[in-house]
């Protein structure tokens, strides 16, 4: 594995974070714990916006890896 | 008519009443009675039990003192309801025990509660030593109620500065094999998503014994075939490891690059991750 494809995988983990944690934000019942939940995910989100950027500037750097 | 019916029947309406009146008075635990409402319990017993027998009073001299009995308790506590000092006369006040660690031997004199009485009463409590309590009150019922000095009481999330999820009651939303509505409705759920959900643990409606949801809208059901095994939540945790996990890569790719842009980046998010991973994880437990 290069260092593109490690930070890619981190990448699609967020995301899928980013999901969960919205799913229990609408699922919950208590507004505490959704106010949490909603909190954590604007910070993944940041977070997310931060690593598209490295894949990218990633992808320039490991050229010969690109499919 | 024959003697035998009028008992019958004598037996079956004095019963009634005395169900009711009994219910109209309010439910309490039997050890929980004051002084007058176990006076008129025994009353009101004595009074349909010799009505039921002697045919030779009318069945209304049992209604009259019925009546007389349930009036008169149902003052008691109407007066006691809305006075303080008539309360303390009716229901009596609870006798301090123990005050700072101290026993008052004077007021167990007057309770007429032996040594072995306190003793035992504390064994009830789980307390062996009478130097572990801090404050006890025999209450007017005959219960004893102990405060254990602070350092023998139980250890709790205040105590040591957890954070802790609040939780409300769960609601039962599937009860002998059928879906309760109104449980569902207070959570703000629907059929469809109880269908959705039992889908997910692979299990038919049928065969679910009793469903419960928290509130964090996680079902959890307990099957009449005791063999099929439900996968249990699973959701949660696993938000919580990935959480972790990516946490961890971020902070190994920070340490593993040579480029300091990239390495700032890395240890930029790695550090909020561990922000967010703050705020979420009493809740994802």
Same mark, same amino acid.
Not at chain 2, 2 to 7: G, K, L, S, T, V
Not at chain 2, 103 to 127: C, G, P, V, Y
Not at chain 2, 165 to 189: C, F, H, W, Y
């Given at each position: 594995?290069?260092?593109?494809?490690?930070? =890619?995988?981190?990448?699609?983990?967020? =995301?899928?974070?980013?999901?969960?944690?919205?799913?229990?934000?609408?699922?919950?019942?208590?507004?505490?714990?959704?106010?949490?939940? =909603?909190?954590?995910?604007?910070?993944?989100?940041?977070?997310?916006?931060?690593?598209?950027?490295?894949?990218?500037?990633?992808?320039?750097?490991?050229?010969?890896? =690109?499919? | 008519?024959?003697?035998?019916?009028?008992?019958?029947?004598?037996?079956?309406?004095?019963?009634?009443?005395?169900?009711?009146?009994?219910?109209?008075?309010?439910?309490?635990?039997?050890?929980?009675?004051?002084?007058?409402?176990?006076?008129? /319990?025994?009353?009101?017993?004595?009074?349909?039990?010799?009505?039921?027998?002697?045919?030779?009073?009318?069945?209304?001299?049992?209604?009259?003192?019925? &009546?007389?009995?349930?009036?008169?308790?149902?003052?008691?506590?109407?007066?006691?309801?809305?006075?303080?000092?008539?309360?303390? &006369?009716? #229901? /009596?006040?609870?006798?301090?025990?123990?005050?700072? /660690?101290?026993?008052?031997?004077?007021?167990?004199?007057?309770?007429?509660?032996?040594?072995?009485?306190?003793?035992?009463?504390?064994?009830?409590?789980?307390?062996?030593?009478?130097?572990?309590?801090?404050?006890?009150?025999?209450?007017?019922? /005959?219960?004893?109620?102990?405060?254990?000095?602070?350092?023998?009481?139980?250890?709790?999330?205040?105590?040591?500065?957890?954070?802790?999820?609040?939780?409300?009651?769960?609601?039962?939303?599937?009860?002998?094999?059928?879906?309760?509505?109104?449980?569902?409705?207070?959570?703000?759920?629907?059929?469809?998503?109880?269908?959705?959900?039992?889908?997910?643990?692979?299990?038919?409606?049928?065969?679910?014994?009793?469903?419960?949801?928290?509130?964090?809208? #996680?079902?959890?059901?307990?099957?009449?075939?005791?063999?099929?095994?439900?996968?249990?939540?699973?959701?949660?945790?696993?938000?919580?490891?990935?959480?972790?996990?990516?946490?961890?890569?971020?902070?190994?790719?920070?340490?593993?690059?040579?480029?300091?842009?990239?390495? #700032?980046?890395?240890?930029?998010?790695?550090?909020?991750? #561990?922000?967010?991973?703050?705020?979420?994880?009493?809740?994802?437990?």
């Amino acid at each position: 594995m290069t260092v593109g494809s490690q930070v =890619k995988s981190c990448f699609s983990s967020l =995301k899928s974070i980013e999901a969960s944690l919205e799913t229990l934000a609408l699922q919950s019942n208590e507004i505490e714990a959704s106010e949490a939940f =909603k909190k954590a995910q604007a910070i993944m989100k940041e977070i997310k916006q931060d690593l598209d950027q490295q894949v990218i500037f990633l992808s320039q750097e490991e050229p010969q890896y =690109k499919q | 008519m024959p003697d035998w019916i009028q008992i019958v029947i004598r037996a079956f309406s004095l019963l009634i009443i005395l169900f009711f009146m009994t219910k109209w008075l309010g439910t309490k635990q039997l050890s929980q009675l004051n002084i007058f409402e176990y006076i008129s /319990g025994v009353v009101l017993g004595g009074i349909v039990a010799i009505h039921v027998s002697t045919l030779d009073s009318p069945i209304y001299f049992a209604l009259i003192a019925m &009546f007389i009995w349930f009036m008169i308790t149902y003052l008691v506590e109407l007066l006691s309801l809305k006075s303080k000092s008539f309360r303390n &006369f009716a #229901q /009596g006040k609870g006798t301090v025990v123990i005050q700072n /660690g101290k026993i008052m031997e004077d007021n167990l004199k007057k309770e007429h509660f032996s040594t072995d009485d306190l003793l035992e009463s504390l064994r009830e409590k789980n307390i062996f030593k009478v130097a572990d309590v801090e404050f006890a009150l025999l209450e007017p019922t /005959g219960k004893l109620s102990v405060l254990p000095k602070k350092e023998n009481q139980p250890l709790t999330s205040k105590d040591l500065n957890i954070k802790l999820a609040p939780e409300r009651e769960p609601q039962t939303v599937i009860m002998d094999g059928k879906v309760l509505l109104e449980p569902l409705a207070n959570l703000s759920l629907n059929t469809n998503w109880l269908e959705t959900e039992l889908d997910k643990l692979n299990v038919s409606i049928e065969n679910v014994f009793l469903g419960q949801v928290d509130t964090h809208g #996680q079902l959890t059901v307990d099957l009449y075939d005791d063999k099929i095994a439900v996968p249990s939540p699973t959701q949660k945790p696993l938000l919580l490891a990935t959480m972790k996990k990516c946490q961890a890569d971020l902070e190994l790719f920070a340490l593993a690059t040579e480029n300091t842009q990239s390495k #700032q980046l890395y240890e930029k998010n790695s550090k909020k991750l #561990q922000e967010a991973l703050n705020i979420v994880e009493p809740y994802l437990k």
